[in-house]
């Protein structure tokens, strides 16, 4: 091993590895070829000015901030915090020691930071095996931990918030994100800092990651006494959430899809004129006249300028949804595919998605493309003072996801491809940027390591209407923030079907609207049954209604007093955007998240914190009206609806009647003395 006075180097045969300090962690590389230029998801200058390095024939050293590694003459790394505590550690199963001499041991490196254990396995914890067509398939192993929870990495659609025992798809998919970056309760936080299509498994016997199709390995570590605490060292390194503009705050109206300008238009004025406050209105998919046009379709919407005056008269912003992929028949499709701008494919048809003729989408990772793209969306949509994008298909949603068959212009897909929505977000956000404005964030079905500092308010795609699949959302939630990704939100309801007739989907819609009001942000959304028929043959449907006022008057009386609520709170919530701008913080957070030294918090599931202050315990079945909720220790707790107070540390039974859920404020917060904006 050498001192390369900056970081620690070992190489053995073809095999290069380094321990980098990177920001207040440590980046961990390994070639067998050239290291490439490439920062992945570390995208940030951050100084390092707190690291010391010794390093020895056996074992190495090397700390930077609160984190150090050891790496023994084999090249094994174990990673403590600054008192001596195992954060990780390799698994290698060799029969070879690593004891160091005894002559040669130094008085950082003590007995039990060394590993002593042979086997005759031939496992060790890092792999690069070269595969056919491709560079390396990677594997990073390490010993799994009794007692660890993990979170974080992206949205999954399951039922799980403690990941482990899960195994992962490292894979983009509609519904799917892919945010690599997971928080251990054991005080570390982990970045898989590799964009190829893999697999994480956190098994009980084991931790496994892998890569199909890379180069190199590369991954990011750091500690921190609190979950907060790792995620300020995160987001220093990935980049700090753009801020969201105060539009957020409020209530945002969708529906797949408004046909027309004048039906979008009487949509937004029977908010106004009922005194139901938005913020946002959304014209979805097939506004187009093709794929890939980029502008609106003027026989159905003929004057966007005048649209657009008329919506922020009342204090609307309109948001318009612009899709990626470039339909075979656009007027822009031979000027993109002479120029280079298309995803390509290395087998097979070039056509990537089929759905209302066939498309390929733009490739993202392409700045020229992304600049081009942009021209047409300033000159269609922008110019008219359009200023929030809906970027759908950002996965992107490949016809089929065969990941091996597609190649971009920074690598094949299988080696890059989860990076896509990350560029896709970073091509509106920069121009938007470049034309003067100040709040950048935009509606994205997708997101990777990173994706938050180009403002990616993303969704969790295509789910289904269902009690099922709001639990699975619950987790999704909480887990992408700890991801890093604090703006995010769902289609209230769910996206596939629900009947508006339907006494048990109203229900849901209505448990789904008082949890979603206590979100980043609050977003009706979705496939509404019975369809409504296509204006003409060359559209699409469009789904039932879904305003406040589509499902009877019991429904809009509730969904209106959380309007209220939502409103009522806005300087709140408005404290949470900021601080999620300035540390990372997630708005919606695990109990573990917030009260780290309550030993009970990791157990619970169910329940949520929105910001420091209001804990919120959603119900998911249909039917129920009561359930238990535990209230965390070191605070008192008071009911936002009956005024009752409770001490930390204990379950209690609470009501739960249609038009409510239980939700509670610290008695020492400064909200518990404005009760009344929860009373309607």
């Known amino acids: ?90 698994y290698w199963r060799i029969r070879r020691h690593s004891l160091p001499n005894q002559q040669d041991q130094n008085d950082f490196i003590d007995s039990n930071m060394v590993n002593q254990f042979v086997s005759a396995l031939k496992v060790e914890g890092r792999e690069l095996t070269p595969k056919t067509g491709g560079d390396y398939f990677a594997t990073v192993r390490f010993e799994s931990q009794d007692n660890e929870h993990i979170y974080g990495m992206g949205q999954y659609q399951q039922s799980q918030l403690d990941l482990k025992y899960c195994t992962l798809e490292l894979a983009q998919r509609n519904s799917q994100t892919t945010v690599p970056f997971m928080m251990s309760s054991k005080g570390y936080g982990f970045l898989w800092n590799n964009p190829a299509i893999g697999r994480v498994t956190f098994a009980k016997n084991i931790t496994e990651w892998t890569a199909i199709d890379t180069n190199e390995i590369d991954y990011w570590i750091c500690c921190g006494q609190t979950p907060k605490e790792i995620t300020e060292k995160y987001v220093q390194v990935t980049g700090r959430p753009s801020m969201m503009p105060d539009y957020g705050l409020g209530l945002w109206q969708s529906k797949m899809r408004y046909q027309t300008q004048e039906e979008l238009l009487e949509v937004a004025r029977s908010y106004y004129n009922q005194n139901i406050p938005l913020s946002v209105i959304v014209i979805d998919f097939f506004h187009w006249t ?101 970027l759908d298909e950002a996965e992107p949603e490949y016809s089929p996801y065969d990941f091996d068959l597609y190649r971009l212009k920074i690598g094949r897909n299988t080696s890059v491809g989860n990076i896509y929505p990350k560029m896709l977000a970073k091509g509106f956000f920069e121009n938007m940027k470049n034309e003067g404005q100040d709040k950048v964030v935009n509606l994205i079905r997708s997101a990777w390591a990173g994706s938050q500092k180009y403002g990616a308010l993303v969704w969790s795609g295509d789910i289904d209407s269902s009690f099922r699949s709001l639990r699975n959302q619950y987790q999704a939630g909480l887990n992408m923030g700890i991801a890093g990704i604090p703006w995010w939100t769902t289609d209230i309801g769910g996206f596939h079907g629900g009947v508006i007739d339907d006494p048990k989907f109203k229900e849901c819609l209505i448990r789904w609207f008082e949890y979603a009001t206590f979100c980043p942000v609050l977003r009706m959304h979705g496939d509404r049954e019975p369809h409504e028929n296509p204006l003409d043959s060359s559209s699409v449907a469009s789904g039932a209604a879904n305003e406040v006022w589509s499902y009877g008057e019991e429904t809009l009386n509730i969904l209106r007093k959380f309007i209220t609520i939502r409103e009522n709170i806005k300087p709140y919530i408005k404290d949470l955007y900021q601080e999620a701008h300035r540390y990372g913080y997630p708005l919606i957070r695990t109990l573990y998240y917030e009260f780290p030294k309550d030993t009970n918090s990791v157990n619970v599931s169910d329940e949520h914190m929105f910001g420091s202050d209001i804990l919120v315990a959603p119900i998911f079945d249909f039917g129920i009206r009561k359930r238990d909720v535990y209230l965390p220790t070191f605070s008192e707790w008071i009911n936002i609806w009956t005024k009752e107070e409770f001490s930390g540390g204990q379950v209690i039974e609470v009501d739960a009647p249609l038009d409510r859920i239980p939700i509670f404020v610290k008695k020492d917060a400064e909200l518990s003395r404005k009760l009344n904006l929860f009373t309607i």
């Open 290 to 390: 093709k794929q890939g046009d980029f502008k609106f379709d003027s026989k159905y919407w003929p004057d966007p300028e005048s649209m657009v005056g008329e919506l922020k008269s009342m204090g609307i912003e309109l948001m318009v949804s612009v899709w990626p992929n470039i339909d075979e028949r656009s007027e822009n499709y031979d000027e993109m595919l002479e120029k280079g701008y298309l995803i390509r494919s290395d087998k097979g048809s070039r056509v990537s998605m089929k759905f209302q003729g066939n498309s390929i989408f733009f490739d993202a990772t392409n700045f020229e493309a992304r600049n081009y793209v942009w021209s047409k969306v300033k000159n269609h949509y922008y110019k008219y003072g359009i200023k929030i994008f809906w």
């Open 1 to 90: 091993m050498k001192s390369k006075n900056l970081y620690l180097e070992w190489r053995n045969d073809d095999r290069v590895l380094q321990v980098i300090p990177w920001g207040e962690g440590l980046r961990v590389r390994e070639t067998k070829n050239k290291f490439s230029e490439n920062n992945w998801a570390l995208t940030e200058d951050v100084d390092v000015d707190d690291f010391e390095l010794k390093y020895s024939d056996d074992v190495s050293y090397i700390r930077n901030g609160s984190v150090k590694a050891t790496v023994d003459h084999f090249g094994k790394i174990v990673f403590y915090d600054l008192n001596e505590h195992l954060l990780l550690e390799e």
